[in-house]
């Protein structure tokens, strides 16, 4: 190699080593304001009182009681009382009958009972209130008193449905506003670093 070409090899040289310390600095700058903003979001949300992955976690288990309530509103209920058979008019078969339709009115109604957990307001007296009228009317062959019951349970998961939506309306707004002040963070943060401290330095 000639004495001439090293000057330019060594000036080649010098502007690969700027190019990638600029692009390391750069790198650096987006991670550093990406969780410099997170931090942010999390200090910000728990001074708030709100868990951003619990919140999280509970849309995906509303969704899937909301998917179960659904089933049961549009086909499983009649499909459960289908399976039954019609209704026996003498002991002990009518008895079986009523003990089989209070399990099912049981099992039904425990998703509203989920759901009242989610939202922390499960009462354990009324749900034990509800399970034994539903064996009063089993053990006495009180068909009519259990149909009374089922049509209770289908317009509390009616109300259950509302509930949920709500409560889904609620956290997905507060998931979309902390999601745009994280991105509005993360950019302000950035361009402050770059005019700022990691400049400076």
């Known amino acids: ?17 700027l190019r990638l310390n600029r692009d390391l600095v750069i790198l650096f700058r987006v991670v ?21 992955l619990r919140n999280h976690s509970t849309i995906k288990d509303l969704d899937r009681i909301l998917e179960e309530i659904a ?74 008193g259990l149909m009374n019951e089922l049509e209770i349970v289908k317009r509390e998961l009616k109300n259950s449905v509302n509930l949920i939506d709500k409560r889904k309306e609620k956290l997905n707004r507060q998931r979309t506003a902390y999601l745009l002040l994280f991105f509005i963070l993360w950019i302000a943060i950035y361009f402050y670093y770059g005019r700022g401290l990691i400049r400076g330095r």
């Open 32 to 52: 550093a304001s990406c969780l410099t903003a997170g931090l942010l979001i999390f200090f910000v949300s728990a001074f708030a009182g709100e868990d951003l």
């Open 71 to 144: 089933t049961e509103l549009n086909d499983g209920i009649d499909r459960r009382t289908r399976q039954l058979g019609e209704v026996p008019k003498k002991n002990p078969y009518r008895k079986f009958y009523c003990s089989e339709l209070a399990k099912e009115i049981h099992e039904i109604s425990y998703l509203t009972e989920k759901q009242k957990i989610i939202f922390d307001a499960y009462n354990v007296r009324d749900f034990e209130a509800k399970s034994k009228r539903l064996v009063s009317y089993s053990e006495t062959a009180d068909v009519e």
């Open 1 to 17: 190699m000639c004495a001439a070409e090293r000057p330019a090899m060594r000036r080649k040289d010098i502007r690969n080593m």
